[in-house]
């Protein structure tokens, strides 16, 4: 466990002298420094783990008021470990470029006061990572509870680091109510652990047997969890944080946080087993749901990073589709599929990790220069920026799971899983149940086609719709630097696949027999992956090839017969200009339409009269209805509520004991009146 | 109630007539404080009940009178009926003559809400039942319906230092409790909490001195402007 303390005391110390340093920018490079080696540190002490398949344990003995100080890295640890770790080199390296160039955008900000800003942020940052990387290892409910809140209530002082913002104030404050009314049930769930097993560790957890009621220990988990892997209609937070937060913040919110709520949800089934079949279909139902749902509504947002932000919950939505049909699988002795869905689990979470960050990163670059990530003043960027824009389309196809990119190579393996299941229970009703997944799933990867089409589409080709995309601007080196190696990674992965594959095996052996020791993994089962995988890699190869071909002729011919330049959009208009492009409204329109009941979207028609009608404005909006939802349930009336309350505080002694007052004598009268 | 008659003649020195008109007292003492508009007056109802409680245990014990239960007595007759009541004199004293305030709650319906808290109190008293201190079910009624008033005075009264008389009456009633334990060594307890009270008199006397340099005034409404 050496490594592993040394990374929290890295990120630690880094904080602490981050914070020391204060308005220096060697404080940002002192948390840069800190967050870069000890994700390097991390990685070279969680690869060698994750490859073998072992386990270790540790403990410190610090006291704690209840629980202990142990510390477990056990494969399923590992495999969220290394998105953290890379995520948090990448965050590290960004942070001091990416602050300095905040705080000179804003002159509110540029001087003494801004300054101030930059030991508090690299603390909070490495602090972030430390938090991460501890509720990943920690093995007592305790200390993960602890690690979990901290996790959870850092990105608060992230999302904003400014502070100027009255947008980003909102993001970050709905986050943190989201954050706070996500630990409630993980407090009520690890109450309930720790008072049937009688311990507070994790090992305690998983020997014991016999829950009472284990149904509701695992929804617990799947409300908590599911609030910080942001499925819907738990996500109302993450449009908001993840629109409004600097770059080297959101590739952690998106790439690594909401990873480790699928982390709780998965380390609590390792603890309180497989349990019913029904938990299965939960699982499957609200990834289902929250998928359909989340691109849906991702397809109608107006900016950029809005529309990532949704997918981000759409990718979560996939995930939990293939764990619960994993669960299905295994429930139904089905090896095969079962070993299927878990790889496509767990290399979606890669995948996602990936290119969801690499798509952030690239919509942060062009929001940089442009001051806005808005597709009604895009357009046209892709011949500005070529480098950031063929990264994003790159992104965009990995997403959209265009092969042969990572991005439909995890989707393939959680396809082949549920045809599999469907066929291993061939003529059982549950065979139903995996075919509705795989269309689920297609319909899912369908409409993010649809949706990145649209984010590509509008904001990198075509015209320019606005000065501002006029402005757009290649962002610094070593932001090029990232993207190119996010894009890489996403390439490797999708050539690697085989590989990364047999990284896993050990993970899915021991993963399943923690779920129920009753199901094996036979070598067959797994063996079919591989080969996927390999053919998925050699297919991949091959169309690469082709393409390259392709480009290699297309440039040829236009080397003989040379290039003619035009407007774009100059197809038998006189006067062509931006405006008639495809909107984002428009773009989604007959979609919109089309999945109405779902969308909700609000048309506002201009009503036009005369024969010269006045100039008219028509818009469409789709407000989140789930967010709405929750709004209405349950902030109005405490809102309410909490108005309410104040005239309670009164000011005046006089009131505040007629209150002690009015206790006592209603006190009184029930222990002596109706005792 | 013969019982509690015959029982309070066997355990006390004084006969249960005698007791129950000094208790009446006490309550009359109430009704007239939560009446009473001059401050001054005021001080002067808490001295006599400072006085009547003072000697209370004395009276109500019923073997033979040792010099400690004497020594005991005359500590709280000498801080109930005179230090107390000359702190507040002098805190009076000290403040600029003001004209009595109009109370959150009239005189009249104070008076009215004392004398519920007094019908309550003997409906409290008769669900309590049987005491194994026979003495205690006399007290109840009387000693609760004095922690009432005192509260009373609290809540309704403007002025910070008629405040202070209901809490100085709130623990004539909790002392009034703790009266029929006095022959054991619970009047230690009563003692200490007495001090705690003379010390808070005390304190309160030199804060509502400083209330009024702050705020010019001494009703209680001006505090609320100091909340957050």
């Known amino acids: 466990m050496l490594p592993y303390y040394c990374v929290l005391l890295l990120l630690f110390g880094g904080g602490l002298i981050s914070l020391a340093l204060g308005s220096r920018a060697a404080s940002l490079r002192a948390a840069s420094f800190s967050m870069c080696a000890a994700s390097a540190l991390g990685l070279a002490a969680t690869l060698p783990l994750l490859l073998d398949g072992a386990s270790i344990s540790g403990a410190l003995p610090l006291p704690l008021p209840l629980g202990a100080c142990s510390f477990t890295v056990d494969p399923l640890s590992a495999v969220f470990l290394l998105p953290v770790f890379v995520l948090s080199g990448i965050s590290g390296l960004l942070l001091p470029s990416r602050m300095l160039l905040l705080c000179q955008e804003n002159p509110v900000a540029s001087g003494s006061a801004g300054n101030a800003h930059y030991g508090k942020h690299g603390f909070f940052c490495c602090v972030l990572s430390a938090g991460m990387v501890l509720t990943l290892i920690a093995s007592d409910a305790v200390l993960f509870l602890i690690a979990w809140e901290v996790m959870s209530l850092v990105p608060f002082f992230l999302i904003s680091p400014r502070d100027k913002d009255a947008a980003e104030r909102h993001a970050a404050w709905m986050y943190l109510v989201a954050a706070h009314l996500g630990a409630l049930p993980l407090l009520y769930l690890f109450a309930a652990l720790t008072t049937e097993s009688g311990s507070t560790g994790f090992f305690a957890f998983a020997a014991f047997e016999g829950w009472r009621n284990a149904g509701l220990l695992f929804l617990l988990a799947l409300v908590g969890f599911g609030t910080k892997a942001g499925l819907v209609p738990l996500h109302a937070w993450i449009p908001e944080a993840h629109s409004c937060a600097p770059a080297h913040v959101t590739i952690l919110l998106s790439g690594a946080i909401l990873k480790l709520g699928l982390y709780g949800i998965m380390r609590v089934l390792t603890l309180i087993g497989l349990g019913d079949v029904w938990w299965a279909y939960a699982l499957m139902g609200a990834g289902a749901f929250s998928g359909i749902l989340a691109i849906l509504l991702g397809l109608v947002q107006p900016g950029m990073k809005r529309t990532l932000a949704y997918s981000s919950s759409e990718n979560i939505g996939i995930i939990c589709l293939a764990l619960g049909g994993a669960m299905l699988a295994m429930h139904l002795q089905a090896p095969t599929a079962a070993a299927l869905l878990l790889a496509g689990v767990f290399l979606h979470i890669w995948s996602h990790a990936a290119f969801k960050s690499l798509l952030f990163l690239g919509a942060n670059a062009v929001k940089d220069s442009t001051h806005t990530d808005a597709f009604r003043l895009l357009g046209g960027l892709q011949k500005r920026i070529p480098l950031t824009g063929s990264c994003m389309a790159l992104g965009s196809a990995a997403i959209a799971g265009i092969p042969p990119l990572n991005g439909f190579m995890s989707e393939l393996l959680i396809y082949a899983g549920f045809a599999a299941g469907s066929h291993a229970v061939h003529g059982r009703e549950e065979a139903f149940l995996f075919w509705g997944g795989f269309f689920m799933l297609g319909a899912i990867a369908g409409m993010a086609l649809f949706a990145f089409t649209r984010l590509f589409g509008l904001g990198f080709l075509g015209a320019p719709r606005s000065d501002a995309a006029l402005e757009v601007r290649e962002p610094c080196r070593l932001m090029q630097g990232a993207l190119l190696f996010l894009a890489g990674l996403c390439v490797l992965m999708s050539l690697c696949g085989a590989l990364l594959y047999t990284a896993l095996t050990p993970l899915l052996h021991s993963f399943a027999r923690r779920l129920s020791p009753a199901f094996f993994l036979p070598d067959g089962a797994l063996e079919f992956g591989s080969s996927i995988l390999l053919y998925y890699a050699l297919t991949g190869l091959a169309i690469t090839a082709l393409f390259s071909l392709a480009l290699l002729l297309r440039k040829r011919v236009v080397a003989v017969n040379g290039t003619a330049q035009s407007p774009t959009w100059d197809c038998g208009y006189t006067a062509p200009s931006a405006r008639m492009q495809y909107s984002g409204g428009s773009f989604s329109h007959s979609l919109a339409l089309l999945l109405r009941p779902l969308i909700r979207s609000r048309i506002t028609k201009p009503a036009i009269q005369g024969l010269f009608p006045a100039e008219q404005e028509a818009r469409i909006s789709t407000p989140d209805w789930s967010a709405l939802l929750w709004e209405k349930l349950i902030f109005h009336p405490v809102e309410l509520l909490s108005d309410y309350a104040k005239g309670l505080q009164a000011g005046l002694v006089n009131i505040y004991i007629l209150y002690i007052f009015i206790t006592l004598i209603l006190a009184l009268a029930w222990a002596l009146g109706w005792s | ?228």
């Open chain 2, 1 to 228: 109630m013969p019982d509690i008659a015959l029982a309070t003649a066997a355990l006390s020195g004084l006969n249960a007539d005698g007791l129950q008109v000094i208790l009446g007292l006490i309550v009359i003492s109430d009704m007239c404080l939560l009446a009473a508009e001059r401050q001054r007056f005021s001080i002067r109802l808490i001295a006599l009940q400072g006085a009547i409680l003072g000697l209370l245990p004395l009276l109500v014990h019923s073997g033979e009178k040792d010099a400690r239960l004497i020594a005991i007595t005359a500590l709280f007759f000498l801080i109930k009926a005179a230090l107390l009541p000359l702190v507040l004199r002098r805190t009076y004293k000290k403040l600029p003559p003001q004209p009595p305030s109009r109370p959150y709650l009239g005189h009249s319906l104070s008076v009215l809400a004392g004398l519920g808290g007094f019908v309550f109190s003997l409906w409290l008293g008769s669900r309590l039942g049987d005491t194994a201190n026979p003495l205690f079910s006399l007290f109840f009624a009387p000693a609760f319906a004095t922690i009432f008033a005192g509260l009373l005075l609290i809540v309704a009264r403007r002025r910070a230092l008629s405040q202070m008389f209901g809490y100085l009456v709130m623990e004539n009633g909790i002392y009034l409790l703790g009266v029929p334990m006095a022959q054991h060594d619970a009047i230690w307890l009563e003692l200490s909490v007495l001090l705690d009270i003379m010390v808070a008199a005390f304190v309160m006397g030199i804060a509502v001195r400083h209330i009024h340099l702050a705020f010019h005034s001494m009703d209680v409404d001006h505090f609320a402007c100091i909340k957050d």
